[in-house]
Nanobody, 120 residues
Framework: QVQLVESGGGKVQTGGSLRLSCAAS????????MAWYRQTPGKQRDLVAE???????NYADSVKGRFTISRDNAKNTVYLEMNSLKPEDTAVYYC??????????????WGPGTQVTVSS
């Protein structure tokens, strides 16, 4: 089992910045990909950014150039630096981790979510 603890959400004005963190804990597991998703009421959960164990990244077009995902493998922590925030970035942000005792037994894990609100 892997537990995810998120932090860093909150309220900010348009143009502001926030940094989300997600720490994963679990015994004898390997952390593969780590990612951030977001969801607004009545809509599906969408990928914001993801980072592989090797550091390769992928971003949603809507956040390219404004958000940066990074990870600290020693701490099993993934970060999302969000700059130039817009009201349309308002959502609940969820940490996602793919982990397991081996690649063949890997599982998707989700954090509880953290609210980000950007006011105009």
């Amino acid at each position: 089992q892997v537990q995810l603890v998120e932090s860093g959400g909150g309220k900010v004005q348009t143009g502001g910045s926030l940094r989300l963190s997600c720490a994963a804990s679990g015994s004898s597991v390997s952390i593969y990909s780590m990612a951030w998703y977001r969801q607004t009421p009545g809509k599906q959960r969408d990928l914001v950014a993801e980072i592989s164990s090797g550091g390769s990244t992928n971003y949603a077009d809507s956040v390219k150039g404004r958000f940066t995902i990074s990870r600290d493998n020693a701490k099993n922590t993934v970060y999302l630096e969000m700059n130039s925030l817009k009201p349309e970035d308002t959502a609940v942000y969820y940490c996602n981790v793919v982990a397991g005792h081996s690649w063949f037994t890997r599982t998707n894990y989700w954090g509880p979510g953290t609210q980000v609100t950007v006011s105009s």
